[in-house]
């Protein structure tokens, strides 16, 4: 979502914020603005749609000054334009925030009923109006800051600047991460560390409640009681990962190559040095205690924790509950004393995941955060945390966080296993070395990309797309629905391919095309059976199976994709790189925006 930036350099800043801000367009924007100061005067420039837009401006109305603010806007209160856009400044004020400032209504009244003159319908004007109120009342800027932040309610990561120093920032964090860079003699600000990595790699994170006083040789934060706080500074590398496509076209496609390299680091972190068995790294989970699982998340997260609730259930035994978080947090489910609370998520940010993460603390339950950020907050605040070792992932839409959010998984499941002896009628040993093979099986699974890519192109001219499965295939084949939707804008549903002919099987005529995820497993029959359904109304069916399953079932299909052999346990995985593909493909064959696709953020920090 939003993106903040904050210099106080030795260069001029507006050049070195347009270049932060470039690294955190990855997060979805629909606006943008800058704001320095520069001989005493405050000012900003704001423009509509992608920072090239800003830039142009920039170039016929410079912005001198050595210290200054930026952002990226994704529209919540008020649409995508100039007046609603970032910074938003009163007086000698200006301001950039993430969040959601729910008491803003109330305090727009107040403040106009004092003679505040509002320009925009943002929430974030009401935080610069309140802190001009006090500022005009003869407040310091910490002190107008100190009392702005008493009184808002919701969630922020905010950034100040002001008109009268042009030696000071002040950051404040409630529900929405924000880090500090450190430079020499130079100060900068970051709603991710990405943002700041080719200025420094040394970062100082922001706890819930905390506000920073910025200078260019100096910070001194203040904590939720404006304690005095000592935060670590961490040396965090990301310059050499950070925001470069390589040889690819799309963060996409750089992502979706990464996979069997990042799975391979990801099982090399869960399996012992000999490769025979599971090791979480943590003594803190004891599945012979736990009696079922709750697994929470959002979107894609969400649809990694369904396949892994088929493997809890058939191998390790235990019963799953899988929940939107969305959902969850007002259900205000009853959790048994002896359940898990699993949240997965790549960023660690998804504010829905994480008040539900918080509603399980607050029940006393023990809670593990499967997350791709470290210093998210999903990772501080759960009991334990499994990361899913993923590296940065740019693109809006997730790909090889699903593989290794799956990976991670099935190293629980298996270390379920190990714990309690139950394995479903599985051999364990068998499994451990299955999970151990699949990158080298998701590598060999790529190879399909140029037959993919040319299915897609014809994808691509379809309004509406099925996705079917059974079984573990079911969250796969709504997982390439979700991937077709988001960036390529093709109306796609997935369907447990049982459910088909309760209704879906209406859609299907000679135009539908009909995705049809069928590994030769104990299921396949069954799903050959609808497919069968489908191409007897005459449904293109799109068959992705392995050599087996195409010998069998093949005959009459629009078009097929074969697939590597792989333990049916871990198809899933497999079995997600052709969906991925075909959404990416379509995606570029039409032309959209892969990375940043419309309305998309990809880190959703509001609710
Ligand atoms: O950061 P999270 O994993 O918590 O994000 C959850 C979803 O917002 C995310 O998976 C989203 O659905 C992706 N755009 C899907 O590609």
């Known amino acids: 979502m939003c993106g903040i930036v904050g210099v106080l350099g030795d260069h001029e800043a507006a050049p070195i914020i347009v270049d932060a801000l470039k690294r955190l367009e990855y997060r979805g924007y629909d606006s943008a603005g800058i704001a320095t100061v520069h001989k005493g005067v405050l000012e900003s420039r704001r423009a509509v749609g992608k920072l090239v837009n800003l830039s142009d401006r920039l170039v016929h109305e410079p ?33 950039v925030h993430n969040g959601i400032i729910e008491n803003y209504h109330a305090l727009r009244e107040e403040l106009t009923a004092k003679g505040a003159k509002f320009l925009s319908e943002t929430d974030t004007e009401t935080v610069a109006q309140l802190c001009r109120y006090y500022l005009d009342e003869g407040a310091s800027p910490q002190e107008a800051v100190e009392k702005t932040l008493q009184r808002l309610e919701g969630a922020y990561a905010l950034c100040f600047l002001f008109e009268t120093d042009d030696n000071l920032l002040i950051a404040a964090r409630k529900g929405s991460p924000l880090a500090i860079g450190h430079g020499k003699g130079e100060m900068f600000v970051g709603s991710d560390a990405i943002a700041l990595a080719p200025m420094t790699s040394k970062i100082t994170y922001l706890e819930e409640g905390d506000w920073a006083v910025i200078t260019r040789t100096s910070v001194e934060i203040r904590d939720v009681n404006g304690k005095l706080a000592n935060r670590q500074m961490r040396n965090i590398q990301l310059s050499a990962m950070a925001a470069d496509k390589g040889m690819y076209k799309h963060f996409m496609a750089k992502e979706i190559a990464e996979q069997p390299t990042v799975l391979a680091e990801n099982i090399g972190h869960y399996i012992s040095d000999d490769h025979t068995r599971i090791d979480l790294r943590t003594d803190e989970i004891d599945f012979s205690k736990v009696t079922n699982i709750t697994m929470v998340a959002c979107g894609t997260a969400y649809l990694a924790c369904m396949v892994a609730k088929y493997w809890f259930e058939k191998i390790a035994r235990i019963p799953v509950e899988v929940d939107v978080a ?51 907050s999903i990772a501080r605040e759960a009991s334990v945390v499994l990361p899913i070792y993923a590296g940065v992932e740019i693109g809006v839409a997730s790909t090889k966080a699903f593989s290794c959010q799956l990976a991670t998984l099935a190293a629980m499941v298996l270390y379920a296993s190990q714990q309690t002896g139950q394995t479903g009628g599985h051999d364990l040993a068998e499994l451990v070395s299955a999970y151990h093979a699949l990158p080298g099986i998701v590598s060999q699974a790529l190879q399909i990309e140029q037959e993919v890519r040319a299915i897609s192109t014809e994808l691509a001219t379809a309004t509406d797309a099925l996705f079917l499965g059974r079984g573990d295939m079911y969250p796969v084949a709504l997982e390439g629905a979700l991937k077709l939707k988001e960036i390529s804008y093709i109306h796609a549903e997935g369907y447990a391919s049982g459910e088909l002919k309760h209704g879906p099987i209406a859609l299907v005529d000679k135009d539908m095309p009909v995705v049809v995820l069928a590994p030769k497993d ?14 007897a109304r005459q449904g293109k069916v799109l068959l992705i199976t392995d050599k087996d399953g195409l010998k069998t079932a093949g005959h009459g299909v629009w078009r097929s994709v074969v697939m590597p052999r792989v333990h049916p346990v871990f198809a899933p995985v497999v079995y997600a790189i052709p969906v991925q593909l075909l959404a990416y493909y379509a995606a570029v064959s039409k032309g959209t925006d892969v990375d940043q696709p419309r309305n998309l953020a990809k880190s959703v920090t509001v609710e």
Request: net charge negative; with cysteine; hydrophobic share 40%.
């Open 63 to 95: 912005l001198r000054g050595k210290a200054g603010i930026g952002h990226t806007r994704w529209a919540t209160h008020g649409a995508p334009n100039e007046a609603n856009a970032h910074p938003q400044s009163a007086g000698t004020v200006a301001v």
């Open 326 to 376: 969305s959902e969850f947090r007002y259900r205000e489910p009853p959790l048994n004393p002896n359940s898990l609370a699993i949240f997965v998520s790549q960023s660690g940010e998804t504010a829905d995941t994480l008040a539900a993460l918080r509603y399980c603390v607050e029940q006393n339950i023990k809670t593990v955060g499967v997350v791709n950020v470290a210093e998210s």
């Open 522 to 535: 104990a299921l396949f029959d069954k799903t050959v059976s609808n497919m069968q359904e489908v191409m």
